[in-house]
């Protein structure tokens, strides 16, 4: 059986938009991913560890922890071996506590593919392939998150670009969610249950091009 992780945030945890209630498994995008995959008569395990509010490189200043490079090397290391590692992260870069544009979110995530790359996993254990995910356009915040997320559409523009600039650069593969679905019309962040849905099965079908399983 190969295992995956999942490197996430909030939109991949499956908050509920403008609530602080959580989808459960089969319904979130990587519970759909496993499924789907499972269905296909591929032996997967999905491993998720997402939490709310992780940047990619920065502290939030109120929560510990939200830092996406601390302790993603001890991550790899626990869950190895690893067929691949989606890394899902970005949005919480533009929230206003950080000046923040679409390069510097990008240049993050390539700190975090150095970070997968040499983490100190066992002696033979593959280092896994890297799929980045750039998550769906920021569009116009509301409700109970507004206020952290104010000018998040202005700042986050372009950031599909620079990933994929980073995923060559780095013989990453590569998916740009905006393809398949939008932001929540509840928040203009987070994904609705039918967003999951179309997400979770179309990185099945990306990931099943680029890798054996």
């Known amino acids: 059986m190969e295992q995956i992780l999942i ?3 909030s939109l991949s945890w499956g908050i509920i938009p403008n609530t602080r209630h959580r989808l459960p498994f089969h319904e979130r995008w990587p519970g759909v991913f496993e499924a789907s995959l499972n269905a296909a008569g591929k032996a997967v395990r999905v491993i998720e560890n997402c939490l709310n509010g992780r940047r990619t490189v920065w502290d939030d200043p109120f929560k ?22 989606i890394l899902m992260l970005g949005v ?17 995530t390539a ?12 002696p033979g254990m593959p280092v896994p392939a890297i799929m980045i995910v750039s998550p769906p356009v ?22 599909a670009v620079e990933l994929e600039k980073i995923a060559k650069e780095c013989s990453a593969l590569f998916f740009d969610a905006e393809r398949v679905t939008q932001a929540s019309k509840v928040d203009g962040i987070h994904l609705d249950v039918e ?19």
């Open 7 to 9: 490197y996430s945030d």
């Open 92 to 108: 919480n870069d533009f929230q206003c506590t950080h000046d923040n544009n679409a390069w510097l979110s990008a240049q993050g």
């Open 195 to 213: 967003q999951h849905k179309a997400l979770g099965d179309a990185i099945v079908t990306a990931v099943l091009k680029k890798l054996e399983l």
């Open 64 to 85: 510990q922890g939200r830092d996406g490079s601390s302790g993603l090397a001890q991550v790899i290391e626990m869950h190895s071996p690893l067929k691949l590692v």
């Open 111 to 122: 700190t975090l593919i150095q970070t997968i790359r040499q983490s100190p996993i066992e």
């Open 138 to 159: 920021i569009s116009n915040p509301r409700g109970s998150i507004a206020s952290k997320f104010i000018g998040a559409e202005k700042r986050c523009v372009g950031l």
